[in-house]
């Protein structure tokens, strides 16, 4: 490299470490890959015909197409003829933030009422995860956050990137394919007091068991004695029981206890909107002085992280919220989508059943919601895969919105198989 010195032309000579960029990244290595796209991965190179996908997170129709409900079609239509230029963007997205909690905590709320929330846009639920994850990490640095065991896998990848530490409490029973509600209460007794929680509201991912109305009512006097803070990661409001209200039945008993809590929403199942990546992160506050700070710090970090989202997104659910004509529709089609997941649960049952399977299948139509902990081992996950081109994430949890009624019965008899072929190996052991 030359450089002119004093109208000299002289060589700059650099050290070996700067004259070459070969090294800049050689001590990066690949991040491990995410259960679920590995699932999604593997079932697309599979070039099987009657091949099936249960890793999927997202809503299917009948035929195992994606579905668009009515709703947000007409709420398309009618977006078209507004004149985006004349909306007041601001009140939009402040609109689109008190429809969401109200969806959360109920219409006649006195949170909403007051005034008493700070509420703002985000990229989806995981983007509402990351934004309460940061804002944690910035006004209690010092603290933990505690999450179900199993819960989604990526709930651990946003804390540990916001630096916060992740410790589990018990939740799933292996044993009863049930909630381990006794070992929860003791976790949640056990933990420093103003410990941050995350807990799923309904249709728990990836088990799909729930707390009862009653048990509810017992973890929050529990979080109340301990000051606890709740965080509830909803992303699949409506599945559990196919009302909204319903599936929100944990939020407004927290609230009643008196509560200050933080929510994740996302309309990416529930109104199909998978690719817009639209949802809102709310947290309760008891003055309108702690909302105008708390909205004031979200909306900082938000701009730091991601900016802003698109606005077509925010417009769409708001109008699809605060439309009386279009979200009775929206509450309609999530009943029959629940529904269409009931009954492929109930559906799987019995195949199963009739097989003459040793095993007890109850668990499938006691659990709720999206997914299925079928209780598979990771051994028999893969002859699924191997022997039948049937996906599934490892540990067993199957996505009854991949379970159609032109695949329920070929599903069964592989489930069957694979069971019945460790159950024979474990005689054959025994002997």
């Known amino acids: 490299m030359w450089r002119c010195i004093n109208g000299r032309i002289c060589r700059r000579y650099l050290s070996t470490s700067c004259a070459s960029a070969r090294g800049w990244w050689d001590h990066v290595r690949p991040a491990p890959k995410d259960p679920i796209f590995s699932v999604n991965e593997a079932f697309l190179a599979d070039p099987f015909p009657h091949k099936i996908n ?3 997170g997202t809503y299917r129709d ?3 197409k994606p579905f668009i409900p009515q709703c947000v079609r007409d709420a398309e239509t009618k977006i078209r003829r507004c004149k985006l ?29 007051d005034g008493l929330f700070a509420g703002i846009p985000a990229l989806s639920g995981t983007g509402a995860c990351r934004l309460f994850a940061e804002f944690q990490r910035h006004f209690y640095p010092d603290s933990q956050m505690y999450l179900p065991d199993p819960t989604w896998s990526n709930h651990h990848n946003i804390w540990k990137q916001a630096e916060i530490p992740v410790k589990t409490f018990h939740y799933y029973n292996p044993d009863t394919k049930g909630l381990d509600f006794a070992a929860l209460l003791n976790d949640v007794k056990n933990a420093p007091d103003c410990s941050f929680f995350l807990l799923h509201p309904c249709a728990h ?19 109340k004695v301990k000051n606890h803070f709740p965080f509830f990661d909803m992303a699949y409001q409506g599945f559990s029981s196919g009302d909204l209200d319903k599936d929100a039945t944990a939020l407004r ?8 809590i933080g929510c994740a929403q996302s309309f990416a199942k529930n109104m199909g909107l998978s690719e817009h990546k639209v949802g809102c992160l709310s947290v309760l506050c008891q003055s309108i002085k702690q909302v105008a700070a708390l909205k004031s710090q979200l909306q900082l970090m938000s701009q730091a992280m991601y900016s802003s989202i698109p606005f077509h997104s925010i417009l769409l659910v708001t109008m699809i919220l605060s439309n009386p004509e279009i979200e009775a529709l929206w509450r309609k089609e999530i009943k029959v989508m629940a529904k269409r997941i009931q009954t492929m649960r109930t559906t799987l049952r019995h195949c199963l059943e009739n097989l003459d399977s040793s095993f007890n299948w109850e668990h499938i139509t006691s659990q709720v919601g999206m997914f299925c902990f079928s209780g598979l081992a990771p051994d028999q996950v893969k002859q699924l895969e191997k022997m039948f081109h049937i996906y599934m994430t490892p540990d067993g949890r199957i996505s009854m919105a991949g379970v159609t009624t032109s695949n329920v019965d ?22």
């Open 205 to 223: 991912n990836p088990t799909g068991v729930d707390p009862t109305e009653e048990q509810w009512r017992e973890i929050s006097y529990q979080f």
């Open 54 to 56: 249960l890793g999927m």
């Open 253 to 260: 008993i927290f609230l009643e206890d008196g509560h200050l």
């Open 410 to 431: 070929y599903l069964a008899n592989a489930i069957h198989h694979v069971t019945r072929i460790n159950e024979e190996a474990l005689r054959i052991c025994s002997i």
């Open 62 to 64: 009948h035929d195992g």
């Open 85 to 113: 230029e004349e909306l007041n963007t601001s009140a939009v997205r402040s609109k689109f933030a008190e429809e969401c909690v109200k969806l959360a905590y109920g219409n006649d709320s006195s949170v909403v009422r």
